[in-house]
């Protein structure tokens, strides 16, 4: 009689564990990329990947374009996913036009669409990708491509329409980033102040700028403006989250930019956020990252 109990308690001991787990299906995001300036991309999408899967509120794919050219054969099934993450960068080629018209149509009627770093860098012709990342650099990005973004001392938004390219960077830094906006879902609840671990600390960014929202910004050493670092835009019915950080691995390592894609991406998809800041998060004078492990 005593085994038979044993026997059930441990029959039973899984579903105890289930009670814990998230009670809905995990949601569904997809990376795409294939072509970027940043040769590390084959590793960064399998970080961004894990990192999401890390939250248990996702299962992640991956659709990888050809290395050259528009790839005729790059359809992916953008419908079924919750949201889609961009790993392309400068020079990437056009997709497909009916690639392009189902994306448009995906984020338009309420898809979730999260950039990052070079990936608005891509496409400066194609007008639907300007408006979604709100702004861009590089690409011959000018006056044309829409005004300057940044933010005065007080956090107030700019746009500056005066001529000139779109796209810098100066040198590689840590840099403090600055929440300029304290009740958003994805920056809620992280210090007002926090250090991020080496990046490019993109400036001069131009775009439509179209229903763009800036929740954090950091100060270029080149431009002394305060750079948007976490924003969103809205698309139609879609939301779009972008971040400019992440130029190389040692960038994605950093628990501040893990946790703003985590939570950056959650609320592209859901437009609430329900991830944590977690406790190794950086402080204004304290780095903080995590070691990939691959
Ligand atoms: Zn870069």
Known sequence: MKHIFLAA???????LFSVNAPAAEPMRALIVDGQNNHKVWPKTTQMMKSYLEDTKLFTVDVATAAPRGSDP????????????????GHGAARWPAETEKAFENFVGDGGG?????AADNSFPDWTAYNE?????????RNEKSGPYVYTNNEGDLI???????GGNHGKQWEFPVVVRDREHPITRGMPVEW????????????????NMQILATAESQVTKRHEP???????????VFHTPMGHAEYSQECVGFITTLQRGTEWAATGKVSIAIPDDFPTADRLSSRKYDE
């Open 9 to 15: 308690a441990v029959l039973a001991a899984p579903l």
């Open 73 to 88: 054969n790059f359809k992916p099934e953008f419908g079924i996913y919750d949201v889609v993450v961009c790993n392309f």
């Open 113 to 117: 669409f999260v950039v990052v770093h």
């Open 132 to 140: 979604m990342i709100g702004i861009g650099g590089w690409g011959g």
């Open 159 to 165: 746009r500056d329409t005066s001529a000139g390219r």
């Open 195 to 210: 250090l991020h671990a080496q990046d490019e600390l993109y400036d001069q960014l131009r775009g439509p700028a179209l």
């Open 229 to 239: 670092m976490i924003f969103t835009v809205k698309y139609g019915k879609g939301r």
